[in-house]
Nanobody, 123 residues
Framework: VQLQAYGGGLVQAGGSLRLSCAAS????????????MGWFRQAPGKEREVVAT???????NYADSVKGRFTVSRDYAENAVYLQMSDLKPDDTAVYYC??????????????WGQGTLVTVSS
């Protein structure tokens, strides 16, 4: 399972960004099912923390720090997850990672991580 995330960048405080991430199959892999997807982030000098998650068939969950500002959504057909970020604050500056919990024939569930995309919010 390969995760490709993109959409990060530099934005001023109060601005918006949309992150996207899609799970795809490596050439040698067998088909898989993605159950859960979401986003984590890691700010400089801090531990990685959960931002938002969407479990299959359930309502999304958000960290308290982003509730009301961030919206996570999924495209189940494309195995994709999105994070719409609004009213960004300097404290949102971090590398954002998408995650996917997947399973296939004879394996799983396993958690896969994307490569990370940097979001920088200037004051």
């Amino acid at each position: 399972v390969q995760l490709q995330a993109y959409g990060g960048g530099l934005v001023q405080a109060g601005g918006s960004l949309r992150l996207s991430c899609a799970a795809s199959r490596a050439p040698s892999e067998t088909p898989f099912t993605v159950d859960n997807m979401g986003w984590f982030r890691q700010a400089p000098g801090k531990e990685r923390e959960v931002v938002a998650t969407m479990l299959r068939g359930r309502s999304p969950n958000y960290a308290d720090s982003v509730k009301g500002r961030f919206t996570v959504s999924r495209d189940y057909a494309e195995n994709a997850v999105y994070l719409q970020m609004s009213d960004l604050k300097p404290d949102d500056t971090a590398v954002y990672y998408c995650v996917a919990d997947a399973r296939g024939t004879g394996w799983g569930p396993r958690r896969f991580w994307g490569q990370g995309t940097l979001v920088t919010v200037s004051s």
